[in-house]
């Protein structure tokens, strides 16, 4: 669904700028299939029934969101003891550049924090070299398979037709693993819509960090971040694909609704819209993108506590909102977090 592909291009979050641009126009020379058959893949058996129940579950979750509210501004929730606080702010990777979302709690974090948490590095050059080994060792067949040789003729048809929206030939994403794929188009129709990974809210605050010399902790390697995916199933993969494929045509109105759902503080909106397995459209994805990683943060969060200072936690909305979000474990494991 539209909602777990920008979890997917958050997971890359500023990698977005790394992401290396597709070809629009020169062909891949074909090379031999040696990936399993479509078939070895489980169907719906009514594909086009499926396609309108998950279409009537997006929008449930966009009527309840829409019906919520929130404080007006996006959360700060606060942990802290005697000699430690830690400031946790959920953030939206890619935004539309004239977008205010600051406040002036979310400036004083800013200023106060001589730590300044981030999901993973993905600015540094070192980041960058790290990212592109990534993708082109995760991310792309070594082994002369095309992606459609994991799709069937009506799969087909439909990569086509959401390629041809942003103006891309199929043979661009032929090389390309099936998760690659859906990265690059959700990244790909989010900044042609206007969407900026440079006006993302971890690129503001990484500026003012470094111009008053606070350090930088991440909380995951990029192997984490986008290896659990990564390594998914192909059938998996390839059902997460399709997904982002069939919702591609609706559009900016639907990132727009998350965006203004973050920016108005609405959790109870946000955990319906991004936090949840049926906006996955499996299981093993919302585990691989969400709920695995929150419990991985959640006791890494906890132990900061440990250290003196102030720190500033800022990771993706997603992973703050419904029950399995980061806050939910941290306050199962006794903590006191101040906020919704």
């Known amino acids: 669904m539209l909602f777990s592909r920008l979890i997917l291009s958050a997971m890359a979050g500023a990698a977005a700028l790394a992401l290396p641009a597709c ?4 062909a891949v020379e074909a090379a031999p299939t040696v990936a399993e058959a479509p078939a070895s893949c489980v169907r719906p058996a009514d594909p086009a029934a499926a396609l309108a129940a998950s279409a009537e579950a997006e929008a449930r979750a966009m009527a309840f969101a829409a019906e919520s509210r929130g404080p007006g501004a996006p959360v700060l ?11 946790i702010l959920g953030t939206v990777h890619l935004l539309r550049p004239d977008l205010v979302w600051r406040t002036p709690e979310i400036d004083a974090a800013i200023a106060a924090a001589d730590t300044v ?17 990534f993708f082109s060792s995760e991310g792309m067949f070594s082994d002369g398979t095309q992606l459609t040789s994991l799709l069937t003729a009506p799969e087909i048809e439909q990569l086509e037709a959401a390629l041809s929206e942003i103006g891309l030939p199929l043979d661009a994403v032929q090389p390309m693993r099936p998760w690659y794929a859906a990265l690059n188009l ?10 900026d990974p440079s006006a993302g809210v971890e690129m503001k605050i990484e500026a003012e960090a470094k111009a008053k010399g606070a350090a930088f902790v991440y909380l995951e390697t990029v192997d984490q971040q986008l ?7 192909s059938c998996a993969q390839v059902e997460f694909l399709m997904q982002s494929v069939q919702t591609m045509d609706q559009g900016d109105e639907m990132l727009d609704l998350l965006v203004s759902e973050w920016a108005d503080g609405d959790t109870a909106g946000l955990g319906a819209l991004m936090a949840s397995p ?5 299981v093993a994805a919302y585990d691989a993108l969400l709920k695995n990683r929150n419990e991985r943060w959640t ?11 102030t720190r500033l936690i800022a990771v993706g909305a997603g992973h703050l909102a419904g029950e399995d979000s980061v806050i939910t474990m941290l306050r199962a494991e006794g903590y006191e977090v101040t906020g919704p």
């Open 186 to 195: 959700s990244v790909m129709q989010m900044t042609e819509e206007g969407f």
């Open 117 to 133: 948490v981030f999901e993973a590095d993905t600015t540094s050059e070192q980041a960058g070299r790290d990212l592109m080994k």
């Open 77 to 87: 929730w606060t942990l802290k003891d005697e000699d430690t606080t830690l400031y």
């Open 299 to 309: 006791p890494i969060i906890a132990g900061m506590l440990e250290a003196p200072g």
């Open 23 to 26: 070809d629009r126009g020169a």
């Open 227 to 233: 290896g659990e995916f990564a390594r998914l199933d």
């Open 278 to 282: 049926e906006e996955f459209g499996s």
